[in-house]
């Protein structure tokens, strides 16, 4: 099959993060500081994206903003002529490095939001002040002009702030908010007892979404990503595996979406051995679930097969333990109907949560 090049990079600068927020994606072995890519590495890796097509880059973690050379690494990609998007929780950032960040290039800020008062967001993201911060970080954004989006991850627990969510979103001049159901992958994992939403939830969620983007037509961008466990048919994930864009771990590790590694039998190539551009397109983990050929029945045989791609490998692996069987999340699995009954029982837990660490 022909591969295009990617259009975006995930660049997971570091794994360090000052909140624990439960949901975390991020593996539950972490990586160590001293392992990161430096300065240097990370330059070279943001010439090799542009060169290869990439078109934008998302600076995430962990916290992006831990690492002391985050003006450097903004102005590195930048040079590099790619639109950077700091992917932050806004703790570290003071008005004179948001003036440094933009200077450097910044292009645009995506701001968490772990609930929308203190009580709800501190206690989420386990980080005392953490909401009070983040609110004075995005008037600072505000006045600097720097395009914001604000993200609010949405589970049992906070899925009612749903629509004042929406409101501090035009209160605090975002252009857009990314509402996401929580994908559970890493430290979400063993907090599905906690966080899972209930279905009258997630309905009530999606129709939440879909009257505000009528209401709010040209005045907010609202992305929606709604509850797996819930769903009729998977998302595609990453718009399919190995098709629009990569991930580049704090250690240098090249993988197609985030939770990759949680496919055990895969092997991931490392910027520090090969050029990202013949990792892309000949990497062993990149061609494994390209197109449509690996799939088994019924995704083989089925007219949604190009749509969403059989849905999520991570899913299929975490749940199945096998990364080629469809994702038990769509209706035409024969395990969506035990997939149903799991997140019921997930959602009617009342289990305490288990915090993310650095």
């Known amino acids: ?155 049992r627990m906070n899925m009612q702030q749903l629509p004042r969510a929406i409101e501090m979103a035009v209160e605090l001049g975002a252009r857009r908010i ?36 009528d209401r709010l037509s040209g005045v907010l961008v609202i992305d929606y990503v709604p509850a797996d466990y819930h769903a009729t048919y998977p998302k595609a994930c990453m718009g399919g595996w190995g098709s629009t864009g990569l991930n580049v771990t704090p250690d240098g590790t090249v993988l197609p979406c985030h939770a990759a590694q949680e496919i055990r039998h895969l092997t991931f190539d490392n910027v520090r051995d090969r050029g990202l551009a013949e990792i892309w397109y000949d990497g062993a983990a990149f061609n494994a679930y390209r197109g449509t050929e690996w799939m088994q029945e019924p995704c083989r045989s089925c007219a949604r097969k190009a749509v969403d791609f059989g849905g999520c490998r991570c899913q299929a692996m975490a749940l199945l333990g096998d990364p080629a069987a469809t994702d038990p999340v769509c209706v035409k699995s024969p395990e969506h109907a035990r997939l149903a009954e799991m997140a019921e029982s997930f959602a009617d837990a009342r289990a305490d949560l288990v915090y993310r660490h650095a």
Request: include cysteine.
């Open 1 to 155: 099959m022909t591969v295009p090049p990617p259009i975006a990079m995930l660049a997971e600068l570091t794994h360090r993060c000052p909140l624990s927020c439960p949901y975390c994606s991020n593996p539950l072995e972490l990586t160590r500081k001293e392992v990161e890519l430096s300065t240097a590495d990370w330059t070279r890796v943001f010439r090799e994206a542009a060169a290869l097509g990439v078109l934008q880059v998302h600076l995430s973690g962990g916290e992006p903003v831990s690492r002391r050379d985050i003006v450097d690494l903004v102005r590195a990609a930048a040079a590099a002529g790619l639109y950077t998007n700091l992917v932050t929780s806004g703790v570290g950032l003071t008005q004179a490095r948001i003036a440094a960040l933009d200077a450097a290039g910044l292009d645009h800020v995506q701001l968490s939001l772990q609930g929308t008062d203190a009580e709800m967001a501190d206690r989420i993201g386990g980080y005392a002040g953490g909401f009070a911060r983040k609110m004075a970080v995005a008037a600072l954004l505000r006045d600097a002009g720097l395009p914001m989006t604000l993200n609010f991850v949405m589970h």
């Open 178 to 213: 990314e509402v996401a159901t929580v994908q559970f992958h890493g430290w979400a994992m063993p907090n599905r007892g906690a966080l899972m939403p209930s279905r009258d939830q997630a309905r009530e969620a999606s129709r939440t979404v879909a009257e505000a983007r």
